[in-house]
């Protein structure tokens, strides 16, 4: 069995309430509180009408949605957006569309991104003067392949 955790809700909607929409997936769906047209490049901030309290030790992301990202070129601008457990306004959602031609209208209700939660570690950052070695070393972006060795870029 999957563990659960109690995320306290206010939505201002009827239907607002994130759902998950299938046994075992990891985000649930968080709908649009209001209607735009996203224009080629545009960004826009869009509210989902939702506020929650998440428990200590735990953190809410919100990542884009895989269908909307491939059919249409929506994505989330920072993603994954971070919801801290000390935040209590509403979630909005910075939403871009990436494509070059069309425009795309988002309406009230739309499902526009998925809330992830899940436990997060607080970090004791411990100051030294040499890290221990590994067997990555100091290989940056790209080091482990894709092309690097043909291209000379080291990170």
């Known amino acids: 069995m999957t563990e659960s955790v109690e995320v306290l809700i206010a939505a201002g909607a009827e239907g607002a309430v994130p759902q998950y929409a299938h046994p075992g997936d990891a985000g649930a769906d ?12 545009e ?12 428990p200590d030790g735990y953190v809410g992301f919100v990542v884009p949605r ?13 993603a994954p957006g971070t919801i801290d457990a000390g935040y209590r306004g509403e979630i909005r959602v910075a939403l871009l569309n990436t494509d070059a031609r069309e425009p795309h209208r988002i309406d009230a209700g739309d499902r526009i991104a998925q809330l992830i939660v899940m436990p997060v570690s607080r970090a004791r950052f411990i100051p030294v003067d040499r890290l221990p070695g ?22």
Request: aromatic share 6%; glycine share 20%; net charge negative.
């Open 43 to 54: 960004r826009a901030s869009v509210g989902t009408g939702v506020a929650i309290a998440l």
């Open 30 to 41: 968080l709908h649009a509180s209001e209607s735009l047209v996203l224009e080629p490049g």
């Open 134 to 155: 590994s067997e990555r070393g100091e290989g940056g972006f790209g080091s482990t392949g894709f092309g690097s060795e043909k291209s000379g870029v080291n990170a």
């Open 66 to 78: 895989s269908g909307l990202a491939f059919k249409h070129g929506i994505t989330i601008v920072n």
